[in-house]
């Protein structure tokens, strides 16, 4: 069997790559077959891609590859878990945006634009399901200091906390 979930107590986890819809199905429908049901998902998977650097200067690989995590990830889950939720008339769908899809950051072209993605397929989806008794959101944190920021260029992070009044 290709995706293994490990059970653990009321858990069900497992490593898939949410970039591959084949395995994101897999997994929904194992979660699914094992509980019965998918109430809750939260799309939280994310990278940065390249930052710093001018939008001319963006390589299209990496542009495709910061898509592919942060947006095609969302909509697989959210594609894939939807017709569960609408069997039960019931389900919450929290998408991880960014502040930085909502305004932009210089510097950060792939993963400004793929989270402004995200925010777009949130307000799509919200009113697509509005009266199913599924509600669909999104959250845009601020930059938050994480091993994901960790590994950008120091200006880059400077560039995002000089914008936050409590940096």
């Known amino acids: ?31 699914a077959s094992h509980f019965g049901r998918i109430d809750i998902l939260v799309n939280c998977a994310g990278i940065t891609g390249k930052t710093n650097i001018k939008s001319h200067q963006v390589d299209s690989d990496n542009l495709k590859q910061v898509f592919d995590v942060n947006f095609m990830g969302s909509w697989y889950t959210s594609k894939h878990v939807l017709p569960l939720m609408l069997k039960n008339n019931y389900g919450r769908i929290l998408h991880i945006a960014s502040i930085a899809g909502k305004e932009g950051n210089a510097g950060m072209l792939a993963y400004s634009a793929s989270k402004s993605a995200v925010i777009g397929m949130t307000k799509v989806q919200g009113k697509e399901y509005a009266e199913t008794g599924i509600t669909i959101n999104a959250l845009a944190p601020a930059v938050i200091r994480t091993p994901l920021v960790e590994v950008m260029p120091e200006e880059q992070v400077k560039y995002m906390t000089d914008k936050i009044p409590m940096k």
């Open 1 to 31: 069997e290709k995706i293994k979930g490990v059970l653990t107590g009321n858990h069900l986890s497992g490593a898939i790559d949410i970039t591959h819809e084949e395995e994101v199905q897999a997994m929904v429908e194992k979660t």
